[in-house]
């Protein structure tokens, strides 16, 4: 006799995930970001690749996110508060980009010898976080730090001695001109100051700026 064929779900693959891991407050402690991550990332689980899970921005923008550092937030997020572990750190090696590959901590991990990477038994590292305020501790305590980049342009330390309200000031250094259709008008500068343009409907006002350095 013929053995019967697997049945399979009509709407096709899903995921299987306990409650115990959803309503843990590990997870419920997690940003939306971070959870969406969790679940692409879980997409890719098959029956046998747990330890070869990769994360790239390429197939993760499809899905909400779009940059580098909301993907490095959600995946320090999800290492810090155990829901997946990484077996192999990526890089350049022999003229190729390779990409960090991760363990789901709830399943066991499989060996791939090829990557070095070793079978590891489920640890379930989530479970050991017993409140949000303890989950929300150790994301604060482990959080990235933000770098500022400085910006070339220094900052201006302007008085109203320096810029002045157009009432203020005297015909000598402000003149305000009408244009008249496509007529062209001459502004008069004084030699030690420059001045910058605002165009106020048919009226352009300059205004003085900063004085040039001695």
Known sequence: MAKNKQWQDPNGKHLRLYHSLLNSPAFVALKPSSKVLFFRMRMDLGATNNGDISATLSTLKHHGIKSAATLASALNELQTLGFISKTFQGGLSMGKRNC????????DCFEFPKKGIKAIKATSDYLGIKSIKEAQAMLKSKA????????????????????????QNTDSEIEVYRFLGHRKRKVKREAKYRYSPVNLGDCRIYRMADRFKN
């Open 100 to 107: 960090c590959l991760y363990r789901f901590t709830d399943i």
């Open 144 to 167: 990235a730090p933000i770098q500022k980049i400085k910006s070339p342009i220094q900052k201006s330390n302007r008085t109203d001695s320096k810029i002045e309200a157009y009432g």
